[in-house]
């Protein structure tokens, strides 16, 4: 089976890939868009800004060929942002994948605190494959200060500040604001399940 985890600007992708290891599982880090288009499976990763990277989707052609891709996709973080429509980082139109769009938290009382950094109960909200052996309930990783709406496409809440998206799915695209390669058994298990689609 060819994993492929797609390596463009911006950080952590390579911790994506070292989780990977930790459960047995090959995978390439590769920003060749043949190679992309041929995998079985595509992880979509990311920390960083939503404008300078969805520029350098465009300028590469990697956005094109994520907004095309027919096999199952994960998008992580920034990954799963930029699936979405638009983001309020930096005005930004994202690849418009899943119709939801991104906002900035905003606190309102001083014991909020941005970004949203650390362990938090997730919750699901609808039947996926990713979350079979996990409960709802169950605590992941989170670091970000933009959140994607909760709307059609969430599979699971997260309640910080207000009630966002911690999982989408729309058709063969997944995805997940928290980190699973962070989020211990938990994250492990939801990684499993996507190679296992």
Same mark, same amino acid.
């Given at each position: 089976m060819n994993i492929r985890i797609i390596d463009y600007n911006a950080g952590n992708v390579q911790s994506v890939l070292f =989780?990977?290891?930790?459960?047995? $599982?090959? =995978?390439?880090?590769?920003?060749? $868009?043949?190679?992309?288009r041929s995998a079985d499976k595509v992880i979509f990763p990311g920390v960083g800004e939503a404008k300078n990277t969805m520029a350098y989707l465009r300028e590469t052609g990697l956005a094109d060929a994520i907004y095309h891709l027919k096999q199952p996709t994960l998008g992580i973080c920034l990954g799963m942002q930029l699936l979405c429509q638009h983001s309020e980082e930096g005005d930004t139109d994202c690849l418009n994948i899943i119709p939801l769009k991104v906002k900035k938290f905003r606190a309102t009382d001083a014991g909020e605190k941005i970004p949203h950094i650390g362990w938090n109960k997730i919750m699901f909200e609808k039947n996926t494959p990713l979350f079979q052996k996990n409960e709802s309930g169950d605590y992941a990783y989170f670091v970000h200060s933009y959140y994607v709406e909760a709307g059609d496409y969430t599979t699971a809440t997260c309640d910080y500040i207000l009630p966002f998206s911690a999982a989408l799915q729309k058709d063969n695209f997944y995805a997940t604001q928290f980190h699973p390669e962070k989020s211990g058994d938990v994250g492990e298990r939801i990684l499993k399940e996507f190679i296992n689609l």
């Open positions: =989780a990977l290891e930790r459960i047995g $599982i090959s =995978a390439e880090l590769t920003n060749d $868009i043949d190679k992309i």
